[in-house]
């Protein structure tokens, strides 16, 4: 089945320490989303990439960067990881050529522990 | 003033009733409106979406949009305990999606 996949589901980091949240999708869809979501609140984009184009959100934190080397791929890397990002991250994708844009497929989510 | 409101609940319900989830909206611009459904711990599962005013109806789902009020809503009928889950209304405007907070919803058995 064409899905999104996220990895780890859980990760386990300390204060401070990078590190990187991988999204894969056999979806073949140009645009690829990070979310943030904390317990019992909204999903919150976080950027997107539109094909290899990215699209910061404007309160997105420096600590934050994404990476797409290929459609299938993509990362969130936290360079620096306070308790305050102890949080749900999610893995959406859309196809422009498919039906409406905002049309988006989410994958389970990496739950992300700071220590 | 939040772009999207949706009341948190928790709402809870018996076995085979039928449930009503509301949100609402200030931005006229929202184009597309959307339902999403999140289990706990999982990523949220697009249910419905819609463009214009009106109904739409996908099994024991209906999605109404009022865009005069700025008012959408999601019934359920005949509530099953598999419908337990948050569920999400979203809106968008140029590609991006704004999501209202998440209904927890409780079908009892």
């Known amino acids: 089945d064409a899905m999104v996949i996220q990895n780890p589901r859980y990760q386990v980091t300390q204060f401070g320490k990078p590190v990187t949240l991988s999204c894969s999708q056999t979806l073949n869809h140009n645009v690829m989303y990070w979310y943030q979501q904390k317990s019992s609140q909204a999903p919150k984009l976080l950027f997107h990439y539109y094909d290899k184009d990215f699209n910061n959100e404007a309160d997105t934190p420096d600590n934050f960067q994404s990476r797409r080397p290929n459609t299938s791929f993509c990362f969130l890397d936290i360079r620096s990881p306070g308790l305050g990002d102890a949080a749900m991250y999610l893995c959406a994708t859309s196809n422009l050529a498919g039906g409406p844009l905002e049309t988006q497929y989410f994958g389970p989510g990496t739950r992300l522990l700071v220590l | ?109």
Do not use: H
């Open chain 2, 1 to 109: 003033q939040k772009e999207v409101e949706q009341d948190p609940g928790p709402l809870s319900v018996p076995e085979g009733a039928i449930v009503s989830l509301n949100c609402t909206y200030s931005n006229s611009a929202f184009q597309y409106f959307m339902w999403y459904r999140q289990y706990s711990r999982k990523g949220p599962e697009l249910l419905m979406y819609t463009y214009s005013s009106g109904n739409k109806e996908d099994g024991r789902f209906t999605a109404q949009v009022d865009k005069s009020s700025k008012y959408i809503s999601l019934f359920i009928r005949d509530s099953q305990p598999s419908d337990s889950a948050t569920y999400l209304c979203a809106m968008s405007q140029g590609g991006k999606l704004i999501f209202g907070q998440g209904t927890e919803l409780s079908v009892k058995p």
